[in-house]
């Protein structure tokens, strides 16, 4: 399943930092990425194969507590280094697009064969126009987005294997064989950490809602609370106003207390609201680390006026500053990539207003200003709850 997905950047705590740590070293020291995906337009073939170095993901103080080792736990900040914290690795197609694949974290052991990761294994991987600008994408996040009529790209499958130094060493001596570069994309070896964490080209983060259909039992109850006017979107901040709050608190409330029966497109209440870490969706559940549940659908943001393109064009023609999430059926199981721009440059009031709108129509009760990130969730009438979900 799908949640709201976000990894922090961890760093060792100034209070740990004064005793000594002791590594916790990675079961495997290397392993082996395995992906292909059709180019539909061309028929051409993309094929991932990559060893990967592994490397002490935290530490334990003298206390046996754990700390964080850098940038997503994986060691120091090396700029330079194509290895450590990048989980990500680019191709260029041979018409200039480019396809970046998400790489599953694989450090304890786990392979597809020894069913410690699942057979049908679906790794996040997103599509980008132009090989030369990585700044903006389109993420394929479960199998909903392949069976889209704009779906660029077929899965082929992927598989994740056991290697060792020598595999390491084949990989890095034969990565540049038929290696295509671009402006973004300048290395056989792949991206960097300075081009991952350090304010390279590249997308940082793929966003986006998922959505949850609640329970027949559940939807008379929520038609009551639905603000004056029946709005098709709607938040809390609209139920506040129309005196419902409360109601609409117990409704909730109830919704954890009895999540077990109550279960949304095959996921409990309580599971969906969990960090999945860094597991991968499943190509026949789309479940994080239930695969035994079916994916929740997830959507991307249309209209992110967060790259200095947008926004710029937006504020000289005088429109409102605003994020578009668009629920169309052929855009379920995508989520919206984007570099991470601020506003600020733009918008030095830190009060300018930010509307929210879901397919083009404004969500009653949402008007955020830049302080504030997307929101949290939101209702569509009586019958579905939006969450956000980001992939970093």
Known sequence: MFVAIGISVIAVAPAAAQFAVREVPPENQFFRFKAQYLVKATGEVVRFDLVRPCRAQYAKDVFGDSVGLGPLGTGKYEPGSYFGGVNRFPKVTQDGHAIVVRIP?????????????????????????????????????????????????????????????????????????????SRDIQSPLGLTQHDIFGGGPIAQFCRGVHQVAFPPELVARLAEIQPPGKPRFWNWVAAEQAGTGEKLKAL????????????????????????????????????????????????????????????????????PLYFDVDLRPEMRGFLSCRKATSLRSLYPDPNVKIEWRANGEQIAGYMLSLMWMPPGAFFENDTHLYGRVEVM
């Open 105 to 181: 974290l694989a450090c304890k052991g786990e392979t597809t064969a020894n069913g410690k990761l699942p057979p049908d294994l679906l790794p996040f991987v997103s599509w980008f126009e132009d090989a030369d600008d990585l700044t903006q994408g389109l993420m394929y996040a479960t199998e909903d987005a392949y069976r889209s009529p704009l779906a660029k790209i077929e899965f082929r499958g992927a598989s994740i294997e056991a290697a060792s130094s020598e595999d390491f060493q084949d990989w890095l001596k034969h990565a540049a064989e038929g290696f295509r570069p």
């Open 252 to 319: 909730m409330e109830d919704t954890h207390r009895l999540r077990t029966p109550y279960r949304y497109g095959g996921l409990s209440m309580y599971d969906f609201l969990q960090t999945p870490g860094e597991s991968s969706p499943t190509s026949a559940h789309g479940a994080f680390r239930r695969p035994d549940m079916k994916p929740v659908p997830v959507f991307p943001y249309s209209h992110i006026p967060d790259g200095m393109r947008s926004a710029a064009i937006d504020k000289e023609k005088g429109l």
